[in-house]
């Protein structure tokens, strides 16, 4: 299986803050890399597919980039209702994998 | 709007079976992969399996830790996809989420609120 690792695991940021998480997968999984975002007690949403893609209605201030091993979740100018914890998930390969996430909260 | 709406949880014995649903509405269910995801109380995301669409035969794929235990179908009629879980484990525990595959592509776009499962004595 394909082991997706994510750091930091935790990070404390201030509202307007740039905020990088990094992501790498075991082996290259081509850009087949998505990113979530999951609030306390709601369901995941669905940021970023194929590396760099934004889903459909998220901000522009979410970006990601990478290809291959490592990848990375940017959030330009960290807002209030970003502190979430986020996700990666691998797509290339069954059985599909999520990274253990990384925590955003307020500093 | 794209609504995916699960249902059918509950406290089962170990060793028990349980059948989760997903209603799905808003779009054209019969196009797209539909997945299962679960999250253990207080874990990370742990993917459960996928069922393609008719387009591909409807089939499957399993994490292996359900191999064997559980089975996913869906019934286009009703535009429902289900979790048939057997023989379950207190590790089976989560709240389990359905996701909708992105059409033409193998990634998620949209999850529902999911349902919680408790296996326990």
């Known amino acids: 299986d394909i082991q997706m690792t994510q750091s930091p695991s935790s990070l404390s940021a201030s509202v307007g803050d740039r905020v990088t998480i990094t992501c790498r997968a075991s082996q290259g999984i081509s850009n087949y890399l998505a990113w979530f975002q999951q609030k306390p007690g709601k369901a995941p949403k669905s940021l970023i597919y194929a590396a760099s893609s934004l889903q459909s209605g998220v901000p522009s201030r979410f970006s990601g980039s990478g290809s291959g091993t490592d990848f990375t979740l940017t959030i330009s100018s960290l807002q209030p209702e970003d502190f979430a914890t986020y996700y990666c998930?691998?797509?290339?390969?069954?059985?599909?994998?999520f990274g253990p996430g990384t925590k955003v909260d307020i500093k | 709007e794209v609504q995916l709406v699960e249902s059918g949880g509950g406290l089962v014995q170990p060793g028990g079976s349980l059948r989760l649903s997903c209603a799905a509405s808003?779009?054209?269910?019969?196009?797209?992969?539909m997945d299962w995801v679960r999250q253990a109380p207080g874990k990370g995301l742990e993917w459960v399996g996928r069922i393609r669409n008719k387009a591909n035969s409807y089939t499957t794929e399993y994490a292996a830790s359900v191999k064997g235990r559980f089975t996913i179908s869906r019934d286009e009629s009703k535009n429902s996809l289900y979790l048939q879980m057997n023989s379950l484990k207190t590790e089976d525990t989560a709240v389990y989420y359905c996701?909708?595959?992105?059409?033409?592509?193998?990634?998620?776009?949209?999850w529902g609120q999911g349902t919680l499962v408790t296996v326990s004595s």
């Open positions: 808003g779009f054209t269910f019969s196009d797209h992969y």
């Open positions: 996701a909708r595959g992105r059409r033409g592509a193998a990634d998620f776009d949209y």
């Open positions: 998930q691998q797509y290339n390969y069954y059985p599909f994998t």
